[in-house]
């Protein structure tokens, strides 16, 4: 290591310069070793390495091949010094798990779709792929790069399957959905009709992880397929749409279901024709009564899909008859990101325009002040469009003291 590498000071105790990376200079936390006898941080010389770089960092002498050794001895003496040193508040690292090896990953699948195997046998392989899966990235890139791994997964997914062979088909859907597909594979799925509806009775399952499993395929399929009208069909399939909207209703307390509750009606709710299927589903009540408890890109999405389904007359009848509706939306108006303004702003311009119990219901939630501090924003020019257009609708449910203060917002040009 260089000389002039001096001991790094961690909360009052000297670091040793051989125990931190050259590329990060942070203490290791597993440390491996490359063709030219140097050892780095795994994370450190894996970005390194991906940004294109193909020489060693210390040496500047080519990488014969980009092969990570694991420094076993010095990842132990790391993990003795974190232990020698825990009066100081340091902490000891893990030991870290290895990525798959190539080899491993192309056994396992080999096993898992060989026909002439036990199913057990085949089951095995597969809950260990799944294993791998879910343990790391590095793992789901080194089984992606197995050529045709994503074709053998979703051969036996919707293999033929008898009550012994059902458990594998499970199984090789979960761990598919950690995979994205290709538009040529969602095409294949979504031109399949009886593939559509196989996954729409599996959200049926009495497995939670199946359900979420199942509707995690469908809104792939449907954001990874260019053709509106293979689109079409899958949200015409009978009971998809009650599907996904019972994961919202009755799963809330798993957050990944929420997380795919969500983004697969929204996929389905883009399908115009089918929308009055969603409102039918009763994805309105649903929507509402989950808001709250979504994330920013997610809240972002239920909201777009809001303002969606108030676009036809019974997405705005369903949406108007929930008491926490209008006051939800006007709270979220400048609370999460300018695209949920926008959708808040779009989703209630829609309901004033229609009812005027929600107009009544947005001035008595505030939205009168919402909508002026959002016209003088940064947000987009789309939500101050749509504020300009709800100020005028709402003129007459103003207050008296309020509308000489606010003819210069709502008549300004668009």
Not at 260 to 272: D, E, M, S
Request: proline share 4%; net charge negative; charged share 20%.
């Amino acid at each position: 290591m260089p000389g002039s590498l001096e001991p790094l000071d961690l909360v009052g105790v000297q670091v040793p310069y051989y125990f931190r990376c050259p590329i990060s200079l942070e203490l290791m936390r597993d440390p491996v070793t490359v063709s030219t006898g140097q050892t780095y941080d795994r994370t450190s010389i894996e970005s390194w390495a991906a940004t294109g770089n193909t020489t060693c960092p210390v040496t500047r002498a080519p990488l014969s091949d980009f092969t990570l050794i694991p420094n076993h001895t010095l990842r132990r003496l790391i993990q003795d010094w974190c232990v020698a040193n825990r009066a100081f508040g340091i902490e000891r690292i893990p030991t870290p798990k290895q990525p798959a090896e190539p080899a491993t990953v192309r056994s396992l699948l080999n096993q898992a779709s060989l026909v002439s195997n036990t199913v057990s046998a085949r089951i095995s392989a597969m809950v260990q792929l799944k294993g791998l899966t879910l343990d790391s990235e590095k793992n789901r890139s080194v089984i992606c790069s197995h050529g045709n791994a994503r074709e053998i997964l979703m051969s036996i997914v919707f293999s033929e399957s008898s009550s012994e062979s059902l458990e594998l088909n499970q199984e090789a859907l979960a761990v598919l959905v950690m995979f994205q597909l290709s538009e040529s594979e969602c095409t294949e799925i979504a031109s399949d009709l009886n593939k559509v509806i196989y996954l729409s009775k599996l959200l049926f399952h009495s497995s939670i992880d199946v359900r979420i499993n199942s509707a995690s395929l469908i809104e792939t399929v449907l954001a990874g397929t260019n053709s509106s009208d293979l689109r079409a069909e899958i949200s015409n399939v009978d009971e998809i749409f009650a599907g996904v909207v019972d994961i919202l209703k009755n799963l809330n307390s798993y957050p990944r279901a929420l997380r795919i509750g969500v983004r697969a009606l929204f996929a389905l709710c883009l399908v115009k024709q089918t929308r009055q299927k969603a409102v039918e589903a009763g994805a309105a009540e649903a929507l509402i009564e989950r808001l709250a408890d979504l994330d920013k890109c997610d809240a972002e999405r239920a909201l777009a899909t809001i303002e969606l389904l108030c676009r036809i007359p019974s997405g705005c009848s369903a949406f108007a008859a929930h008491a926490l509706t209008v006051p939800l939306l006007v709270k979220t108006i400048l609370k999460i990101s300018d695209r949920a303004t926008e959708y808040a702003a779009g989703a209630l311009t829609a309901l004033c325009s229609e009812s005027e119990r929600s107009q009544g219901e947005a001035v008595t939630a505030g939205v009168l002040i919402q909508l002026l501090l959002l016209v003088q924003s940064d947000c987009t020019e789309r939500a101050k469009r749509k504020a300009q257009m709800l100020l005028r609708l709402l003129r007459d449910s103003w207050p008296e003291d309020s509308t000489g203060n606010s003819d210069d917002f709502a008549c300004s040009p668009f």
